[in-house]
């Protein structure tokens, strides 16, 4: 389980990170995510998670 939490806790850093560098190219990727279907964002959102999970299972094997 602290795996877990350790994984929400990078997450939260590296977006924390990008925000902090890049504000207003994160302002500009909002507005775009805001103007797609939900469909596409929906699509979007499995695509990352299943590439997340392939990383962790390559990684962790």
Do not use: C, H, N
């Not at 504000?23 to 500009?28: A, L, N, T, V």
């Not at 695509?47 to 999970?53: D, F, K, S, Y």
Request: aromatic share 8%; hydrophobic share 60%; no cysteine.
């Amino acid at each position: 389980m602290s795996d877990f939490f350790v994984a929400i806790g990078l997450a939260l850093a590296l977006e924390g990170i990008l925000y902090a560098l890049f504000p207003e190219g994160m302002k500009k990727i909002i507005m775009q995510v805001l103007t797609m279907p939900a469909s596409a964002v929906r699509t979007t959102g499995v695509t990352l998670a299943l590439i997340g999970v392939v990383i962790i299972w390559l990684i962790r094997g």
